[in-house]
């Protein structure tokens, strides 16, 4: 596997990114312009952005590409050199994921259809840049113990897994009493229960910090997004729920930290700004120049802390639930949220809506101990028919 030394020494670093015109993709892109010396695209998966991907083929140049359906391949290839093959779907993707030259894999898709492509890029050896974390919430026991089997790295994107990985960096599991996830609280984090009940799409889409997508928005909004994390921080780090906890900080400057059994606390600290736990995992174990804005404490001032309050971010507390159930329960989670998510920016739903289906999938299923993958496609597809047919009447 090449290692990256840094931008002026070594192999370039060979990426296929999947996901490329979503948030996480696009700023990946960005930290490859800001070094383009060190980096390489191989390949590029994306949904139906058909516009932004052929502007981003134009310009990196990879040898593969994937889009969502068969009518956009048709459509892209016409507007591509016709040396860069053009691939499809749920196998576009798994191409896109395994079968370029890259040694590195970005993958930024949203929701459970990324574990299939992870899944084939760690069976080909591949490092994993991970940022779609419903792949470990679905199916986690399988994603790590294949990781371990190949010897393939998952260095961790999300900015609250990246400081704890970078806080954790050489420090030995035994000796950590607790890792805890900053939370911004979203956009309603100042909003009573009873606000809630007549918020719109527009009013959830303004987070007040970061710069995301709509459904990862609204997943702050509710807090399912910091539960699924509290999940992925389970697998990534092998820690036990009861050492995991989540606290309020509404700058997003701490973004997690971790305590010692000493009492020693270390935490990384930043301005907001995804493009450096992007760079850090595809240089890791290296650090370089980032395109990004440097902190001033001075300038900021103050830092604020609040307990998390678990009675009003239902999610977050169903999350750890589902966490602890373990088995199919984390799966029928994201699945539930994702559809109630869906049907939330289609107008279908109130926003309070989304905690209801969550709550009802989980409190109707039969949790199944260590699935195979079989199981986990069955229940999330069975799980996710429930929540698209729950109503209240």
């Known amino acids: 596997m090449i290692t990256y030394c840094n931008l002026t020494g070594c192999t370039m670093k060979k990426l296929a990114i999947l996901g490329s015109t979503g948030s996480i993709g696009t700023q990946t892109l960005d930290v490859v312009r800001a070094h383009p010396e060190a980096f390489e695209v191989e390949g590029l998966a994306a949904g139906n952005n058909i516009e932004l991907l052929i502007q981003q083929v134009l310009e990196f140049k990879p040898s593969k590409v994937s889009v969502g359906s068969k009518q956009s391949a048709e459509q892209i290839k016409q ?162 729920y009861d050492q995991i906890s989540v606290l309020l900080h509404p700058e997003s400057i701490i973004h997690s930290f971790v305590e010692f059994v000493d009492t020693s606390i270390i935490a990384q600290l930043g301005n907001p700004d995804m493009r450096v736990p992007i760079q850090y995992a595809l240089t890791y174990p290296d650090r370089q120049q980032a395109p990004s804005s440097r902190l001033s404490l001075a300038q900021i001032g103050q830092l604020n802390f609040r307990e998390m309050d678990y009675n009003r971010f239902p999610c977050l507390s169903m999350a750890f639930e589902a966490g602890r159930l373990g088995g199919t329960a984390p799966t029928v989670f994201n699945a539930a949220n994702e559809i109630a998510v869906a049907r939330f920016l289609n107008g279908e739903i109130p926003f309070l809506l989304i905690e209801d289906i969550i709550a009802d999938a989980l409190q109707q299923h039969e949790v199944i101990a260590n699935p195979e993958l079989e199981v986990i496609y069955a229940t999330d597809a069975q799980t996710r028919a429930r929540a698209s047919a729950f109503s209240v009447l």
């Open 79 to 240: 507007q591509l050199p016709s040396h860069i093959e053009v691939f499809y779907g749920e196998q576009g993707l798994i191409e896109i994921a395994a079968g370029t030259d890259a040694d590195t894999v970005v993958t930024a898709v949203m929701g459970s259809m990324g574990l299939p492509s992870t899944l084939a890029a760690i069976d080909a050896g591949k490092t994993i840049g991970l940022a779609n974390k419903e792949t470990l919430v679905t199916a986690g026991h399988l994603v790590t113990a294949r990781a371990r089997q190949k010897g393939v790295q998952l260095l961790p994107i999300d900015s609250e897994h990246s400081a704890l990985f970078q806080c954790l960096n050489g420090e030995p599991r035994e000796r950590v009493h607790q890792l805890t996830l900053t939370a911004s609280g979203g956009s309603f984090r100042d909003r009573t229960r009873e606000q809630l009940k007549h918020v719109t799409v527009a009013d959830a889409l303004k987070h007040p910090n970061w710069s995301m997508g709509s459904k990862i928005t609204i997943d702050s909004a509710t807090m399912a997004n910091k539960g699924l994390e509290v999940i992925e921080a389970h697998w990534l780090f092998d820690m036990p």
